[in-house]
Nanobody
């Protein structure tokens, strides 16, 4: 089993920044990558970014490219999501997930955290 705990969410004004953390524990060696997803009220959960534990591979949704940066600290079993130039449409609950996949598909991830809320005011 793998346990994931997100932190770093909060309320920020448009144009501001937040840094989310995802701390992993347990059998992290059974996973290849950690992804960030988000879900706004009334909407489906959507892919935001993914990074391999080695840090060699990373991918982003088009909506966040150039604004968000994902990184992995293997020694700390922690993945970060630096979010800059935040927009009101970035408001959502943000979840990290881990599995063997490095893709953007929600159903391919078996381990999920509880989520952290990000609210961007206009």
């Amino acid at each position: 089993q793998v346990q994931l705990v997100e932190s770093g969410g909060g309320l920020v004004q448009a144009g501001g920044s937040l840094k989310l953390s995802c701390a992993a524990s347990g059998r992290t060696s059974s996973t290849n990558a950690v992804g960030w997803f988000r879900q706004a009220p009334g909407k489906e959960r959507e892919f935001v970014a993914v990074v391999s534990w080695s840090g060699v591979y990373a991918d982003y949704a088009d909506s966040v490219k150039g604004r968000f940066t994902i990184s992995a600290d293997n020694a700390k079993n922690t993945v970060y999501l630096q979010m800059n130039s935040l927009k009101p449409e970035d408001t959502a609950a943000y979840y990290c997930a881990a599995d063997l996949t490095c893709g953007p598909v929600v159903n391919e991830y078996g381990y999920w955290g509880q989520g952290t809320q990000v609210t961007v005011s206009s």
